[in-house]
C-alpha cells in the first residue's frame, strides 16, 4: 500500500524548533518529489516547501523561507521540515505530499494525514 | 490573503451540475497550470485535476477543469451526497520568488 506518515508533531514555545518526519513507504521514493503542506485550524491549504527527487532543489514559501529547511534521505524513504523561530502563525496541521512527477510540480496524489504543530506560551 | 480567490460556498441538489470558479493572475493561472483538491471533512486533501483538466486514474469523469485567460473552473456535473466537500484550486506563481499557492477555498453542499 501506498502511503506516507508524517510523526514529530507536538506544542512547542514560540521561538522554539521542531522537526517532522515524513516516512514513505509502497512506493520507489526518489522517484517522486515531495512537498510540504499545512493548514492551520479552520482554515484552507497553505504550501510550505517542496523538494525535488534528489534533493537537489528545493522551494519555500515566503512566510517560512530562511526559517525552514526541507531535506530528504532516499536511502530510508523518509522527508523532513526542520523548524526554527517558530510562531504562533506556524500552528497548523502539516501534512507531506507526494509529487506526481520527479520535480516539484503541484501535481499532490498522495497525501498523508498530517502531524500537528501547536506554536504557544 | 491568497492570490487564488474562489467563492466561499456553492450548492446545488443531487444530479445538477456545479460550477467552481477560480481567479487568479497573469503571474499565476495565467502563465502556469492550474490543479484542483477535494477536502472531505476530516480527511487528507485528494488530487482531482492537474495540468488544468488532466483527471488522475480512479477520479470519476464527472469531474472536469478548465481554464481561460487568468481564471479557471471545476465543474462537478451529476452532483452526488459525496461530493459534499471542500475544494481548493491551485497553482504556481511567479511573481518575486516562485510559490504554490491554493486558492481561498470552496465549500459545497449537496441539498
Known amino acids: 500500500e501506498v502511503q506516507l506518515v508524517e510523526s514529530g508533531g507536538g506544542v512547542v514555545r514560540p521561538g522554539g524548533s521542531l522537526r517532522l518526519s515524513c516516512a514513505a513507504s509502497g512506493f520507489t521514493f526518489d522517484d517522486y518529489g515531495m512537498s510540504w503542506v499545512r493548514q492551520a485550524p479552520g482554515k484552507g491549504l497553505e504550501w510550505v516547501s517542496g523538494i525535488n527527487w534528489n534533493g537537489g532543489s528545493t522551494g519555500y514559501a515566503d512566510s517560512v523561507k530562511g526559517r525552514f529547511t526541507i531535506s530528504r534521505d532516499n536511502a530510508k524513504n523518509s522527508l523532513y521540515l526542520q523548524m526554527n523561530s517558530l510562531r504562533a502563525e506556524d500552528t497548523a496541521l502539516y501534512h507531506c505530499a507526494r509529487d506526481l512527477e520527479v520535480t516539484v510540480t503541484g501535481a499532490f496524489d498522495i497525501w498523508g494525514q498530517g502531524t500537528m504543530v501547536t506554536v504557544s506560551s | 490573503q491568497s492570490v487564488l480567490t474562489q467563492p466561499p460556498s456553492a450548492s446545488g441538489t443531487p444530479g445538477q451540475r456545479v460550477t467552481i470558479s477560480c481567479s487568479g493572475s497573469s503571474s499565476n493561472i495565467g502563465s502556469n497550470y492550474v490543479y484542483w483538491y477535494q477536502q472531505l471533512p476530516g480527511t487528507a486533501p485528494k488530487l482531482l485535476i492537474y495540468?488544468?483538466?488532466q483527471r488522475p486514474s480512479g477520479v470519476p469523469d464527472r469531474f472536469s477543469g478548465s481554464k481561460s485567460g487568468t481564471s479557471a473552473s471545476l465543474a462537478i456535473s451529476g452532483l452526488r451526497s459525496e461530493d459534499e466537500a471542500d475544494y481548493y484550486c491551485a497553482a504556481w506563481d511567479d511573481s518575486l520568488s516562485a510559490s504554490y499557492v491554493f486558492g481561498t477555498g470552496t465549500k459545497v453542499t449537496v441539498l
Open positions: 495540468r488544468n483538466n
